[in-house]
């Protein structure tokens, strides 16, 4: 798996850090989740690392960050309150939808799930919502702060111990607190909710995962933590959560009937020198298979895809594309000729998915294919023109140009010779 760190601006101007943690190589992105920590807490908090690291090992790429003056983003928590940890939320989203893709899956543990349920009515792509030991509304940090309440109403400052350490806030925070005591929103989320919590939690105690449940509507599941704490320090209990997690949000991301079993060491087998195909859903999604690799292909949303891996048509194209690539960089190897660098651009104006609703009509085939070949290098006009040469020579190439004989037929009727 890879972590990419991640900067982005909040609405104040501020530069919040997160990492967004990704799938293996051999396991295909299939959606986005956004991870917000819980209060004065950060990212790299073991519940945090462990269950977005569980997510990404079985498809699912999960940013999580730093909310405003803590970890490693920028600003003074003293300045901060539950409407710019919203604030941030958002700004993640953003950042996610900018540089990848949309958020479909919200989670928020502790004050973080609060904060994702205030949010996620201004997140159109969200899809599911999770909670992790999450007060109902964040109108219930107020008494871990009523020690400091006099001092607040004051002086508007005053210096607060949350667990082992302690922070300066200012008024505004209660002031802001305040605005969120209701938990109507919940009623309208118009999202399926999962609500995780422990009924030894003695940070938030249970009753606020039922305040949560019985304020929203259906789809809605709740899930037992059993002997958990509140922050899910024993490692059993994040992996608990990441594992029930991707089970049920794989029925309400569309991530098709297999769910996640088929990432590393539960794939299918197959053969050398085979491909399998699979569906992943009922609609574009495919699980594309080698002996020993894996990918997704799927369509565009224009044509009613999710657009989470290229089409057939871009594969064939990258398929041509990478056999070029190959052969002109191995024959210039032998050669001992100066080749820095070669890029291969393909297109075609076919699409897939258009031409699926056309195919009882006549023959689906790729018309005009353009190929680009740049090539680099200390090389002379003979040599450049030797390499376009055998770019036209790769096997790949000769395949699609030569009259190829594709058979088709069933597993119990297989293609006759």
């Known amino acids: 798996m890879a972590r990419i760190k991640l900067e982005f601006p909040n609405p104040e101007g501020h530069t919040l850090v997160g990492l967004l943690e990704t ?110 030991a999450s007060p109902a509304t964040a109108s219930h940090v107020q008494h871990l702060l009523s020690g400091a309440r006099g001092q607040l109403e004051e002086t508007g400052e005053a210096e607060v111990q949350i667990g082992q350490r302690r922070f300066r806030i200012r008024k505004q925070l209660l002031d802001d607190l305040d605005q969120y005591a209701s938990a109507d929103h919940i009623r309208h989320l118009n999202r399926a909710l999962l609500v995780f919590h422990s009924p030894l939690d003695t940070i938030v105690s249970i009753g606020e995962a039922g305040k949560i449940f019985q304020a929203a509507r259906h789809p809605k599941s709740f899930i037992s933590l059993d002997k958990a704490d509140h922050l899910l320090a024993n490692r059993e209990d994040a992996e608990y959560v990441a594992e029930t997690l991707v089970a049920w949000a794989s029925r309400y991301l569309g991530l098709g009937k297999h769910g996640f079993e088929q990432s590393i060491g539960t794939a299918p087998r197959v053969a050398e020198k085979e491909v399998l ?117 790769s096997p790949v190439y000769r395949t699609l140009t030569a009259c190829t004989i594709v058979r088709i037929g069933s597993e119990e009727e297989p293609p006759a010779p």
Not at 25 to 45: N, Q
Not at 51 to 61: F, Q
Not at 367 to 379: H, K, M, P, S, T
Request: aromatic share 6%; with cysteine.
């Open 23 to 132: 799938p293996p190589d051999r396991v295909p992105t299939a959606r986005y989740a956004l991870f917000a920590h819980c209060f004065t807490c950060s990212k790299d908090i073991a519940a945090a690392t462990r269950i977005s690291r569980a997510l990404a090992a079985r498809g699912i790429a999960v940013l999580r960050f730093d909310f405003t003056g803590l970890g490693n983003s920028d600003g003074d928590f003293a300045n901060t309150n539950f409407s710019s940890n919203v604030a941030d939320l958002l700004a993640a989203a953003r950042k996610l939808e900018e540089d990848y893709e949309a958020p479909a899956l919200l989670i928020g543990h502790s004050l973080g799930g609060a904060a994702v349920l205030a949010a996620v009515h201004a997140l159109p792509s969200v899809e599911a919502v999770v909670t992790i």
């Open 277 to 393: 195909v699979t569906e992943l859903d009922t609609r574009f999604q495919r699980g594309l298979y080698t002996h020993r690799h894996q990918w997704l292909a799927d369509e565009p949303k224009s044509v009613g895809g999710s657009d989470l891996g290229p089409t057939p048509y871009d594969l064939l194209l990258m398929s041509l594309g990478a056999c070029i690539s190959m052969t002109v960089r191995t024959y210039a190897r032998h050669q001992g000729l100066a080749l820095d660098d070669v890029e291969v651009r393909l297109s075609q104006d076919r699409v897939h998915g258009r031409d699926c609703r056309d195919c009882d009509q006549e023959e689906g085939r790729v018309e005009g294919i353009e190929v680009r070949v740049n090539i680099l290098g200390a090389l002379t006009p003979e040599e450049r023109t030797r390499l376009l040469e055998i770019a036209a020579r």
